[in-house]
Structures are given as C-alpha cells and as structure tokens.
Nanobody, 125 residues
C-alpha cells in the first residue's frame, strides 16, 4: 500500500513554471506511478507514467514542456511544468498501482488504485 500527498499547485500566468511534488509513503517495489490531471468538464488524463525501474513516459500533449523527476530516496516524485498554458489548468493528481512494468504505460486513470488528494493548478492570461 502507499499513501500519496501532492503539493505545489498555484495560480500563475501563461508562460510561467510550476513544480508539483508527490510524496509517497509506502512500498515502492513494483509500483507504477503517474501524474494525471482533470480540467472542469473533462475526463481525467495522464500526463506522465513512471515505471518502477525509473523509466518515464511523458504524454505527447505536454512533451517538451513537462518533465518528471524523483529524489534519490524515491520518496518524492516531481512534475516540472514549464511554459504553462491556459489549457494546463486543472486538478493534478499523483496515482499509483502495483503492476508489472510492461503494463504501466497502458494503465488508464480508472486502473490506478491509490490516489492523492490533488493539487490545483490555474493558469490565466
């Protein structure tokens, strides 16, 4: 099991940057993690998948602007968001599922069992 706590959300203007954090409390072995977001009236979507062997796959929609990193102790996951756009606004979640790496990238939002409470990102012009 794992408990997840996100932080770092804020209200910023277009073009600015934010770094979100996700602190994980619990077993890391065999854990697939993801950053997901949900805008009002839209479905939840994944912006990055992080495999248990540290491979990271960033969604095409944010590639080049968003990046993921984790600290050495593998307790905190970061989402660096640069050149933010209005359409990046939404609630950002960290999620985890214990699953083999080959399945990690294929996980849909509904497949993740563990979720943080979310952190709000608002980008305005």
């Amino acid at each position: 099991q794992v408990q997840l706590e996100e932080s770092g959300g804020d209200s910023v203007q277009i073009g600015r940057s934010l770094r979100l954090s996700c602190e994980a409390f619990g077993g890391s072995s065999g854990r697939c993690m993801a950053w997901l977001r949900q805008a009002p009236g839209k479905e939840r979507e994944a912006v990055a998948h992080i495999y248990s062997d540290d491979k990271i796959v960033v969604a095409d929609t944010v590639k080049g602007r968003f990046s993921v990193s984790r600290d050495d102790a593998r307790k905190t996951l970061y989402l660096q968001m640069d050149n933010l756009k209005v359409e990046d606004s939404g609630m950002y979640y960290c999620a985890a599922e214990y699953t083999p790496n080959w399945r990690c990238f294929r996980l849909q939002p509904r497949d993740f069992e563990y979720w943080g409470q979310g952190t709000q990102v608002t980008v305005s012009s």
